[in-house]
């Protein structure tokens, strides 16, 4: 269960989405912070910390044992933001840290295993938390396999919805089960789970084929080319996301864009909802979404890379 920690908020009044409205936010346990007044008008830091407060117990579990890189923006989401990989010195002893190798170094990366931290860090007005596909003890062999889908043009997002079956209509083909999420940003994330047997480098090249695999069944709809030139009007096929120390937004973790949206687990069933949209809930609206999240319950064990990719082969 690890201690009870009392995290403090400093200055939580402090506006990170101006002009959103706030009501305040009582941050609760682990926290002692004051409520933000929204006297202004907007998002407050006391908001951020009590949305990651009320959404720990979903979140935590995609997220202990995973490197992250965190996304913090000190003068809100109108100024300049700070993407920042290596923990601080000042950051308190028992934030867990993670110290792996890097291309000509090293980085320590926090490890957000607990609510605490967690709120440790909205406090440093972490906006948005951006997890590893991997875990600390094995860095470089991914438990997670992820597409990033974007709409090929503005407002295209039937196309991402249209896309998205189709990508997991393939893996359940070579039996590799997927979970859906709305990014909060433009797109949906499709994910698979791996045994952890495999490294990036094989995890990349099963996804390449696959994205190639659906661009030969509809070469008019969907693309593997990297140049956005050369994609037209087709949406494009992320698989960059997979490879080491390559980032893919938390589930549950909030965005800074205006209206402070959230990425959402969803039900498959919700492709076929045309009111779906990746910024559809946001830190005031997903409190509705907290006691029938489709993730929860639903076993998500790891499957062979090699056996799916053999699969793939004779598909």
Known sequence: ??????????????????????????????????????????????????????????????????????????????????????????????????????????????????????????????????????????????????????????????????????????????????????TGSRGLHVLAPLDRQSDFDSVRAFARDVAEELERRHPDRLTTAARKADRGDRLYLDTQRNGYAQTAVSPYAVRARPGAPVAVPIAAAELDDPELRPDRWTLRTVGERLESDPWSGTPFRGRSLRAAAARLGRV
């Open 1 to 182: 269960m690890g201690t009870k920690r009392n995290v403090e908020i400093q200055r939580p009044e402090k506006v990170l989405f101006p002009n959103d409205g706030s009501d305040g936010g009582d941050v609760g346990n682990d926290s002692d912070g004051s409520d933000g007044d929204g006297s202004d008008g907007g998002i407050t830091k006391a908001d951020l910390a009590e949305h990651y407060r009320a959404v720990a117990p979903l979140m935590l579990p995609q997220l202990r044992g995973r490197p992250i890189m965190m996304e913090r923006h000190p003068d809100g989401i109108g100024g300049k933001p700070l993407m920042q990989k290596n923990a601080p010195d000042y950051f308190p002893d028992w934030v867990r840290r993670a110290v792996l190798p890097k291309e000509g170094g090293k980085v320590t990366h926090v490890v957000c295993d607990n609510r605490a931290t967690l709120l440790y860090l909205a406090d440093q007005a972490c906006v948005t938390p951006h997890r590893w596909l991997s875990r600390a003890d094995r860095p470089d062999h991914p438990d997670v396999l992820v597409f990033d889908l974007d709409p090929p043009g503005e407002g295209d997002f039937e196309a991402v919805r249209w896309a998205a079956r189709r990508v997991c209509e393939l893996l359940d083909t070579v039996r590799l089960p997927t979970r859906l999420m709305t």
